[in-house]
């Protein structure tokens, strides 16, 4: 079982920045793709942002320009640095992982996890 802890939401201001972490527990070398999703009550949960061992980096078009992915080696840890934030970035967001099948590495089982959000507030 892995754990995911996302860190790093809060309140600010349009135009600031925050930071997102995604802890993950324990360092596993099945993590194929480590994702960024956001969920608002009236928008459901949306794709946000993505990172991989073979397509790199990726993102929804609303945040391209503003916001930057990154993983360390060991996939420890996931970051979503944010800069100009806007209202509509105003979301609980959630770190999400997914694992090779056994069919890409035998030791693995293609699981997906997800983590249990951090809210994100920007006022106008």
């Known amino acids: 079982q892995v754990k995911l802890v996302e860190s790093g939401g809060g309140s600010v201001q349009a135009g600031g920045s925050l930071t997102l972490s995604c802890a993950v527990s324990?360092?596993?070398?099945?993590?194929?793709?480590m994702a960024w999703y956001r969920q608002t009550s009236s928008a459901g949960r949306e794709f946000v942002s993505g990172?991989?061992?073979?397509?790199?980096?990726r993102y929804t078009d609303s945040v391209k320009g503003r916001f930057s992915i990154s993983q360390d080696n060991a996939k420890k840890t996931l970051t979503l640095e944010m800069a100009n934030l806007r209202p509509e970035d105003t979301a609980m967001y959630f770190c999400?992982?997914?694992?090779?099948?056994?069919?890409?590495?035998?030791?693995?089982?293609?699981?997906?996890?997800w983590g249990q959000g951090t809210q994100v507030t920007v006022s106008s």
């Open positions: 999400e992982i997914e694992m090779y099948s056994s069919r890409i590495k035998s030791e693995c089982r293609g699981e997906e996890y």
């Open positions: 324990p360092v596993t070398p099945c993590i194929r793709d």
């Open positions: 990172i991989d061992d073979i397509h790199g980096t």
